[in-house]
């Protein structure tokens, strides 16, 4: 099946700081989403992101779907960005399961 | 327009019980989603249902695990007589229809098994 793999595993910022976390995938996807769960355990959407750029405020993500990778940035980093961040891609074309990678753990810190 | 509901929030079984977890989909939505994540495995998924069809059970365990989606009410995801293993999150995602790929996700459910 479908790897995805996320780097970094960890992050530590202080706040104010910006951000890359990378998504590499190895097949072609029909969906990428980006996540965050926050300390709570809640899964938040934040991008449905399979090819082209996006932005939502301080966040913004970018997907290479030729080269299998997306980014997300984060810019001006606040102490409630922390949280894992979760990129997960369909299986196959139209097989419409979500795989996960493992997650960059941010922390950002005051 | 409300989101992917999950109740309840938290659950606590003993060895043993069964566990029922309910999953309302967003308004419009016929397809629904269950994954789990388990603290050392992360997130998986586990099955896909439509409106009175199971579509795709692959990711369910072969014992104890079963799911519903029925034509009224919410979706279930049932657990028949749980061990310490099933303790972890069960988050329910939902879709319009089959040609739209984006998932929206719930807050989850824990399950906590003493």
């Known amino acids: 099946g479908i790897q995805v793999e996320q780097s970094p595993p960890d992050l530590i910022l202080q706040e104010g700081a910006n951000s890359t976390l990378r998504c590499n995938f190895s097949?072609?996807?029909?969906?990428l989403q980006w996540f965050h769960q926050n300390p709570w355990g809640q899964l938040i959407n934040l991008f449905y992101?399979?090819?082209g750029t996006k932005q939502n405020g301080r966040l913004s993500a970018t997907t290479v779907a030729t080269e299998r990778y997306s980014l997300l940035y984060i810019s001006s980093s606040q102490t409630t960005d922390s949280g894992v961040y979760f990129c997960a891609v369909d299986d196959i074309k139209g097989a419409q399961k979500l795989v996960f990678g493992q997650g960059t753990r941010l922390t950002i810190n005051p | 327009n409300a989101g992917v509901m999950q109740n309840p929030r938290h659950l606590v079984r003993r060895r043993g019980q069964e566990a029922r977890l309910r999953c309302s989909p967003m308004?419009?939505?016929?397809?629904v989603y269950w994954y789990r994540q388990l603290p050392e495995e992360g997130l998986k998924f586990m099955v896909y249902l439509q409106k009175e069809n199971i579509i795709d059970e692959s990711g369910m365990p072969k014992e104890r695990f079963s799911a519903e989606f029925p034509k009224e009410g919410p979706s279930i995801l049932r657990i028949q007589q749980v061990v310490r293993g099933d303790s972890a999150a069960y988050f329910c995602?939902?879709?319009?229809?089959?040609?739209?790929?984006?998932?929206?996700f719930g807050p989850g459910t824990r399950l906590t098994v003493l």
């Open positions: 995602a939902s879709s319009p229809r089959q040609d739209y790929n984006e998932q929206f």
């Open positions: 097949d072609s996807v029909n969906n």
């Open positions: 308004k419009g939505h016929s397809h």
């Open positions: 992101i399979p090819s």
